[in-house]
């Protein structure tokens, strides 16, 4: 039996979109048996149990690329901490712990840079894929079909608050309500600010990361599908936040913090719930580990 850990993700990190993402401390956890024959799934909604479930169509495309033909298969999600369809990289985790789950059943032939590859050419952008599977704050792009990355090494100082709305919101749709072309002015306000957060998070100067999270891109076309939202950013800046962007997607809103603040989370609840909107909230630090392999657990 193969037990495969996978971290959270936020995504489209301000104006980062999908080229930014960081690992967070929030975890999916998948077992992985080679049987005799069949397909089997545990731990599942049943309308996930068939040949289209995201996890073993990423098994199949690691298996497919080794010419490996597997006889049958035990797929189990044993633990499902990261909630589906928020903003948290749900399908990223499904993804790469498929293709992690694959690669051990294979003896480990592909490395870690194949198996990202695998990754973005099944997710179609790096952004969330990256962190998921190497952890930390990832900078990634993808250059004639080649996806080329770095890691950030963040400075200390800072907590990640997950705001999430008690209701999904589905990437698709999350897509359609973009515009198909930006101008010129839109390019150049994410670029230049895309550029000074990686600065700031590599320099630890927090108090530039307010300027550094503002968005042209996405954020304010999809902020309309989310009820509540304006509130709640506002909110956020005024209780202390030091920045302030939807995280990937979407619905869930992020806040970065200072990880001496211990007021935040109680203050916003509070907010939340005068305002009538169940809403949870979890503080969250970064994952440097990415995708690992657990041994020795129940």
């Not at 789950?101 to 490395?111: H, M, Q, R, T, V």
């Not at 995280?247 to 211990?262: Q, R």
Request: negative net charge; proline residues 3%.
């Amino acid at each position: 039996m193969i037990r495969v850990r996978v971290p959270a993700t936020s995504a489209n990190m301000g104006p980062g979109f999908d080229s930014l993402g960081i690992a967070l401390k929030l975890y999916n956890d998948f077992e992985f048996r080679e049987l005799e024959y069949g397909l089997k799934f545990n731990g599942m909604p049943k309308e996930f149990c068939n040949e289209e479930n995201i996890i073993y169509l990423a098994m199949k495309y690691c298996f497919d690329k080794a010419g490996y033909k597997i006889k049958g298969l035990e797929i189990s999600e044993i633990r499902q901490d990261v909630p589906v369809s928020r903003g948290l990289g749900s399908s990223s985790t499904c993804i790469v712990g498929g293709l992690v789950g694959a690669n051990e059943i294979l003896g480990k032939k592909f490395s870690e840079n194949e198996l990202l590859e695998m990754a973005v050419e099944i997710e179609g952008h790096p952004d969330n894929v990256a962190p998921a599977l190497l952890g930390g704050m990832v900078v990634a792009i993808v250059d004639e079909n080649k996806t080329f990355y770095d890691r950030i090494d963040v400075k200390k100082g800072i907590k990640f608050i997950s705001i999430i709305p008690n209701f999904r919101l589905s990437t698709e749709k999350a897509r359609r309500v973009l515009p198909k072309e930006i101008s010129l002015k839109d390019g150049v306000y994410n670029v230049s600010r895309a550029a000074l957060m990686v600065a700031c998070f590599s320099s630890g100067r927090y108090e530039l990361i307010k300027h550094a999270c503002k968005d042209a891109f996405h954020q304010n076309y999809r902020k309309e599908l989310i009820p509540g939202f304006e509130e709640v950013y506002n909110k956020s800046y005024e209780l202390g936040a030091l920045g302030c962007y939807l995280s990937g997607a979407g619905p869930t809103i992020m806040a970065i913090i200072n990880e001496k603040d211990e007021r935040f989370s109680n203050e916003l609840k509070k907010f939340l719930l005068i305002k009538g909107l169940e809403w949870d909230i979890l503080e969250l630090s970064i994952d440097d580990a990415g995708a690992t392999i657990i041994e020795g657990e129940d």
